[in-house]
């Protein structure tokens, strides 16, 4: 914590990844992102909703809300196409998993993200719980996208390689990210979330392995634990500083040492 305060008190301390994406965050301006990028955004988003619609109709998604609904909390967030509300966390794991269920999501191909199916869940619960609007949401959402996208592309596939799913390992920060927007955090607050979803970051690729459902928990987890990292950093909790290029920040400790890639 003191180091902590040491690095904010200092002026010339360098600003880490995760600065530049909370100062990102925080400025960003829905007037400043082309016409294009809001519409190609919209779509998306009503390409995620109709996936969650048809996923409704499987047997994983009535097991998952089962899962869900047996924790006894509801909430205000809607869970997409059942006619029930949950909490915002929980309401987010499962419209990611539906958004993600059949796998005909949008991709980055660069990032090898679904980037969708994890910013779309946690803008909606965030944005619900905050009382944003749907213009607030969709400036959101677009940051979150841009952020787990430019985050996996980085990696160069090597998160596939070394068995992690950069859907939800890369979707956290950009949930955080923009849940964290929506919740009014500062930098200094953006880039505690980041901090503290670097330890929720997650998604094995084991499931290739069996046919395991797990694939399609992952945008959602993701979604929520972004949010988990947003509302903690809002309450003043400490993550870790260097949330990317730390000597066990995410690149090194999923992709290994950068001195050999």
């Known amino acids: 914590m003191q ?34 990028v809001r519409e190609r955004a919209k779509h998306l988003i009503l390409d995620a909703l109709g996936i969650a619609l048809a996923s409704t109709r499987r047997d994983f998604a009535r ?27 929980d309401a987010a794991t499962l419209n990611g998993i539906l958004c993600h269920g059949l796998d005909f999501d949008d991709t980055h191909l660069a990032g090898i993200v679904h980037a969708t199916a994890s910013a779309f869940p946690a803008a909606l619960s965030a944005s619900v719980t ?8 969709l400036a959101a959402y677009v940051l979150g996208v841009e952020a787990a996208a430019r985050l996996g592309a980085v990696a160069k596939g090597g998160f596939h390689q070394a068995g992690f799913h950069p859907t939800s390992v890369c979707g956290v920060f950009g949930s ?47 979604a929520a ?26 690149y090194r400790s999923y992709l290994g040492p950068l001195e050999t890639r």
Do not use: C, N
């Open 3 to 36: 180091q902590h305060a040491e690095r904010i008190a200092d002026p010339d301390a360098q600003p880490t990844i995760a600065d530049r994406l909370a100062t990102f965050a925080a400025d960003l301006r829905f007037e400043e992102i082309p016409p294009e």
């Open 63 to 89: 097991r998952a809300l089962a899962g869900l609904e047996a924790l006894g909390d509801r909430g205000e967030v809607p869970a997409i196409g059942f006619g029930t509300r949950l909490t915002a966390r």
């Open 130 to 137: 905050a009382g944003a609007s749907g213009r607030d949401m």
């Open 176 to 222: 955080a990210l923009l849940a964290g927007r929506l919740m009014g955090l500062g930098p200094d607050r953006l880039a505690m979330a980041q901090g503290i979803a670097l330890s929720m970051a997650a998604g094995s690729f084991e499931f290739l392995e069996d046919g395991a459902w797990t694939k399609r928990l992952h945008p959602g987890w993701a």
């Open 225 to 250: 634990s972004g949010i988990a990292a947003a509302a903690l950093a809002k309450g003043g909790f400490i993550g870790a500083t260097a949330a990317y290029e730390g000597r066990f920040g995410l």
